[in-house]
């Protein structure tokens, strides 16, 4: 087993590494109990697929849409800015994904 997960409402359609992950077989608890295979690395505290979520389709972390699929979304992918867009942060389309810094001001 490579880890654990947590999926915090049973209707979430992600889940959040407690750990960094690896590729392999996790183990979700929580809401609801059971085992994905992911297919990356995934950083501790970061949210993964817990199923196929097709672009426009809510992203649903703690039981409420956090934000909208902007493609295609794998089960057992990183769900990340560079494939939803936040539904609370206006500004977070524009950050980078890994590091946060913002990606529309050019610094010289």
Known sequence: MNGKA?????QDNVAIALSELQPGLVNIIGAQCKELEISMRISEGHKFALYDIKAGTAIIKYGVCIGVATRDIVAGTWVHLDCMKSLFDE??????????????????
């Not at 947590?6 to 049973?10: G, R």
């Open 91 to 108: 500004r977070s389309s524009h950050l980078d994904a890994v590091t946060g810094k913002p990606k529309d001001i050019k610094y010289e």
């Open 6 to 10: 947590f999926q915090i409402e049973k």
